[in-house]
């Protein structure tokens, strides 16, 4: 009777013991296969918000918004690298797999490309949008990450910022930005005034922001320090100033291919080699606001030119 | 009763032999399927990432022409799509500086009309046909056509001069 006892409890351990080493493997595996399905998710995203800002960047040449929406709650990173002849940024894409962020996937590091964004920008759907930034030349196509969780209102915007704000509204009416109009829920951007969330002083070109000062000159410029939190700014302020000094290396090339073949009145070299000299003394965005007039006078210059070179 | 017990103890252990192999059976068997769904699941990504750098390799032929290093800019009325040639030959001087810049093999510009031979040069531009900017590995080739521009003189007096061409990027298939 006892041994009997014995072989039925023998069987039922035997199913026990297989039973679960079976399905901690299939758990395992399980969690190994979701892991590798977020990760391969979130390295889609990655690689299509890429292309989102290659379009965004190339095509056109004035203010431009798009949207972007993920099935997952996504939080994306964009961190700033001075290393190198033009700096680099990398975007890591990391998604909300039940209930715990998949390992962040940053795509390869860009030296042409320039995002400006408060880290971590956390969402679903995000706006991106993208403004020329000319010194005095065009020298990139600055972006703007927004997350659709934040919204941006505009408070006693200059007429222009207004009008360009509103044409941004018009193109996508739910963007995450309003002018004057605010909603409840909103981070106040005020100009002429210094008691919201983020303040601009438009004529001084400074924008305070979490009690931290980042200058600006241009519009441009200064979407970067709104959108973006104050180290990311001031990094690609120093990579934007590297390209700056290239540029006017080729422009000074450019001047000197054109006067083989015939003579334009008023050269341009002493100029460019002032933007030269300026751009590498450039060590934060405060330093910008002392060429402001110059940089000014060097365009005004140019366009007065009998073969303007750009 | 000592032949029953010993019958009855075979017959449990066939019993569990039997349900041992089957469970081996089984988990091999989910282990194929597992291994099959993966590998099927791998080879659409691939394709995915091949597809995404195509993609990535026409909007970047747009992207380039509208660089500041390459674009006419105002220099020639804000034209779309429109390279500035001398610009792009101050750059072929310097192109050591932008490696790894455009994240792309190979970038060259083609005059397609009116059609010239031979590529530029600094002594030859710009009666010449080709300007190659970075010439690394064979890779696969896409392409978009564009303006190219430059300033010429007629008598002395300076000019625009823009004729039909064609720009040229090379992407690696992964």
């Known amino acids: ?310 | 009763m000592k032949t029953r017990n010993a019958h009855s103890g075979k017959k449990g252990q066939m019993k569990i032999q039997q349900t041992a192999f089957m469970l081996i059976a089984l988990t091999l068997f989910f282990a194929l399927v597992g291994i099959f769904i993966l590998g099927f699941s791998l080879s659409g990504l691939k394709e995915k990432a091949n597809l995404i750098e195509q993609e990535k390799a026409m909007i970047l032929v747009s992207k380039l022409a509208n660089s500041p290093e390459f674009s006419c800019a105002k220099t020639f009325n804000n034209k779309v799509n429109c390279i500035d040639l001398d610009k792009v030959m101050a750059l072929k001087e310097r192109i050591e500086k932008y490696e790894g810049f455009w994240e792309i093999g190979n970038i060259e510009i083609i005059k397609i009309y009116p059609k010239q031979e031979g590529v530029c040069t600094k002594e030859n531009y710009p009666n010449c046909g080709k300007i190659i900017l970075k010439k690394e590995d064979e890779g696969i080739y896409t392409s978009n056509f564009v303006v190219l521009c430059r300033k010429d003189f007629f008598m002395g007096v300076p000019y625009d001069k823009c004729e039909l061409g064609k720009v040229m990027i090379s992407y690696t298939k992964k």
């Open chain 1, 1 to 310: 009777m006892d041994k009997k006892g014995f072989q039925i409890a023998f069987s039922w351990l035997f199913a026990i013991i297989v039973g679960g080493a079976i399905l901690v493997l299939a758990v395992l595996v399980a969690t190994k296969i979701l892991g590798i399905g977020g990760a391969q998710v979130s390295a889609e995203t990655q690689k299509s918000l890429e292309v989102i800002m290659n379009n965004i960047e190339s095509v056109f040449e004035t203010s431009l918004v798009t949207s972007f929406s993920l099935p997952r709650k996504t939080q994306i990173v964009g961190e700033c690298y001075e290393e190198g002849p033009f700096g680099k940024q990398i975007i890591r894409v990391s998604q909300k797999n039940f209930g715990k962020w998949s390992k962040p996937i940053s795509g390869a590091s860009t030296s042409n490309r320039y995002v400006f964004l408060s880290n971590p920008a956390e969402g679903k759907i995000f706006y991106i949008f993208s403004k020329q930034f000319e010194f005095p030349f065009k020298v990139a196509n600055l972006i703007y990450l927004t997350s659709a969780s934040t919204n941006y209102c505009f408070v006693d915007a200059p007429p222009s910022i207004k009008e360009e704000l509103t044409d941004l509204k018009r193109m996508d009416p739910k963007l995450n930005i309003w002018v004057d109009d605010c909603p409840q829920k909103s981070l106040k951007v005020c100009f002429g005034s210094s008691s919201c969330e983020i303040n601009v002083d438009y004529e001084e070109g400074v924008v305070k922001k979490r009690g931290k000062k980042a200058h600006f000159v241009g519009d441009a410029l200064m979407y970067g320090a709104i959108f973006s939190d104050k180290e990311n700014y001031e990094c690609q302020i120093k990579r934007l100033m590297a390209r700056t000094k290239e540029l006017a290396e080729i422009y000074m090339e450019k001047e000197n291919i054109i006067a083989s073949r015939g003579t334009c009145r008023g050269s341009l070299s002493p100029e460019l080699q002032k933007i030269k000299e300026i751009a590498s003394e450039v060590q934060s965005s405060e330093d910008l606001l002392k060429y402001k007039e110059v940089i000014e006078e060097i365009r005004r210059k140019n366009e007065n030119s009998e073969c303007p070179l750009w």
